[in-house]
């Protein structure tokens, strides 16, 4: 254990000088304002719009509380601030070949770069989940396992600092590689889980195909399903997925498995879903499985009670009426390819960098995934409902029955649209709560106490 932030940055006010450097900002366009001179600022030093808009040093990492540093407090995703971060997880690329040229030809009939929230295949429930993997995913493919029932996974590439999941050291590959072999379905939930109407046109697309490369990496193939997190995703990013050839995948259960420790979930999943008969009915539902109640308890409950309504349980490919070599394509030729036959290339030792290098064994034995802290997760809350007091313009997505997709209401009866946190926006956060307890433990507070002896005696002598 070792406190990564020098004790200058642990008093928010007082700023360490910072040099200016002529240049320019490592990302020159987008909603973050381009200034004229770039700050650079060095490790402990602010960075980010809340220091002048200053750029960490190379290898650095600008923490969501705006200060430099490495390891996971600062660098992990989607947390990390990506335009003056050089270092942040998100801004790292797998190792591997880019798929930057691969040819997008766009097969099947299922329509790309445009909103999917509801399956077309009556008497069908997809379950999905989100964020994975993690160290919950293994018990959830054995559950999903043992009731024989496929899930899709729309998995997110190096998110809380888990580490990146084509990394051999990571633990990850061999799960994301079971996912396929247990006849599930994976998707892409971008590189670190950036909102995708926050960043720039060049991150997004690198968050699209760093997720690419590194499950080429694990699958052969690259998914043709996406879900954007926190639901957000403008029209250029819906552009920009269309051109890719993705099929963008959103929901209309949502188990809200992250509020409350999952408490209303059940209830909520088990309302929506039995408004109406399987005859009339499906359902595209929303979890996640970085949470451990949704793995320990709210998977099986949502697929007995699928069941005991005489729903069947599939895929989002297989809901929408799309054969599995439509999932993903040939990442030569772009051309459909059936993930189960694809041999992915010899694995790749990733460059170790900020937070994905901490704590992983070197050891040959199969690596298992580590626990991290689980705060840095930011799960997918629906959108904020337009509020009417300006600022805010999210519209609200209303979770729909039968009968509102049929196009007779958009208010439906047992179906919840309430504002909830906007725990995928910035949001100014004390630098107190950037350094997990499981990765310093005791040396913040001991950090603390020093650090204010030391301030205290300073000044007395002064
Ligand atoms: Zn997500």
Redesign the pocket.
């Known amino acids: 254990m070792r406190l990564r932030r020098p004790f200058t940055a642990l008093f928010a006010g007082s700023a360490a000088p910072i040099a200016l450097v002529a240049g320019h900002s490592l990302e020159n366009d987008g909603p973050q304002q381009r200034p004229t001179v770039v700050k650079r600022a060095g490790a402990g030093a602010g960075c980010g719009p809340s220091a002048g808009n200053a750029i960490c040093d190379a290898g650095l990492c600008c923490s969501e509380g705006g200060f430099c540093g490495t390891g996971g407090a600062f660098c992990s995703g989607p947390a990390c601030q990506l335009s003056y971060g050089p270092g942040c997880d998100g801004n790292q690329v797998p190792a591997g070949t880019s798929t930057s040229n691969t040819p997008r030809p766009k097969f099947g009939n299922v329509p790309y770069g445009v909103d999917i929230s509801h399956c077309s295949v009556k008497g069908q429930v997809a379950l999905t989940f ?2 994975g993997p993690y160290i919950y995913t293994p018990e959830l493919l054995d559950t999903l396992k043992r009731n024989n029932v496929p899930a899709t996974f ?1 998995i ?1 590439g190096n998110n809380a600092g888990k580490g990146q999941v084509s990394d051999p050291t990571s633990g990850y590959t061999p799960i994301i590689q079971r996912m396929i072999a247990d006849g599930h379905q994976v998707g892409s ?1 971008t590189w670190s ?1 950036q909102d995708m109407n926050a960043i720039t046109p060049q991150q997004r697309r690198a968050q699209i195909i760093n997720n690419e490369i590194a499950l080429v990496n694990i699958l052969g193939v690259i998914p043709t399903y996406f879900r954007p ?2 639901t957000r995703c403008g029209a250029d990013c819906y552009q920009l997925l269309g051109e890719l050839g993705y099929r963008v995948v959103n929901y209309d259960v949502d188990t809200r498995d992250w509020e409350n420790g999952g408490a209303n979930s059940k209830s909520v999943y088990q309302s929506i879903i039995s408004q109406s008969s399987p005859a009339v009915s499906q359902w595209l539902s929303l979890a ?1 499985d970085v949470q451990e109640f949704t793995v320990h308890s709210l998977a099986q409950f949502m697929i007995d009670t699928a069941k005991n309504l005489g729903f069947q349980l599939v895929t989002v490919g297989e809901c929408l009426g799309d054969p599995p070599s439509n999932w993903y394509r040939d990442p030569s030729t772009g051309q459909p390819r059936d993930a189960r036959g694809a041999t992915p290339p010899p694995p790749q030792r990733v460059p170790t960098t900020s937070s994905s290098s901490t704590g992983k064994s070197s050891s040959t034995s199969a690596p298992k995934p580590t626990k991290i802290a689980e705060t840095n997760f930011r ?2 809350a629906p959108p904020i409902t337009t509020s009417g007091t300006g600022g805010n313009t999210t519209s609200s997505r209303v979770v729909s029955s039968a009968s509102s997709r049929a196009g007779s209401s958009t208010s439906t009866p047992g179906v919840v649209s309430t504002r909830v946190p906007d725990i995928g926006g910035r949001r100014a956060v004390p630098m107190q709560e950037y350094i997990p307890a499981t990765r310093v433990g005791g040396s913040v507070t001991l950090g603390l106490v020093l650090g204010l002896a030391c301030m205290v005696l300073f000044w007395a002598g002064g």
């Open positions: 989100d964020d729309f997110v939930h889980h997190p926190y996640h799960l997918d």
